[in-house]
Nanobody, 125 residues
Framework: QVQLVESGGGLVQAGGSLRLSCTASGRTFSSSTMGWFRQAPGKEREFVSAISMNGGGTYYQDSVKGRFTISRDNTKNTVYLQMNSLRPEDTAVYYC??????????????????WGQGTQVTVSS
């Protein structure tokens, strides 16, 4: 069983920055692709970013490219999402997740086996 705990959310003005953290328990972290998703009120949960197990591969939703940066520290079992130039449309609950073992896809919620509880990000205009 893997447990994920997100932190770092909050209220920020448009143009500001936040850094989200997600710390995992269990021994699968360093061998797993990690993802960040978000869900705004009344909308489906959507892919934001993912990072390969060694950090060599990073992937982003088009709307966050150039503004968000995903990274990980396997010594701390932690994945980060640095969010810059935030916009009101970035407002959502952000979730981290562990991709299913042996899976090759990473953009859909069904590709992930474990989820955190989420952290709220609110961007005011």
């Amino acid at each position: 069983q893997v447990q994920l705990v997100e932190s770092g959310g909050g209220l920020v003005q448009a143009g500001g920055s936040l850094r989200l953290s997600c710390t995992a328990s269990g021994r699968t972290f360093s061998s797993s692709t990690m993802g960040w998703f978000r869900q705004a009120p009344g909308k489906e949960r959507e892919f934001v970013s993912a990072i390969s197990m060694n950090g060599g591969g990073t992937y982003y939703q088009d709307s966050v490219k150039g503004r968000f940066t995903i990274s990980r520290d396997n010594t701390k079992n932690t994945v980060y999402l640095q969010m810059n130039s935030l916009r009101p449309e970035d407002t959502a609950v952000y979730y981290c997740a562990v991709r299913k073992s042996g899976w090759i896809y990473f953009r859909n919620t069904n590709d992930y086996a474990y989820w955190g509880q989420g952290t709220q990000v609110t961007v005011s205009s």
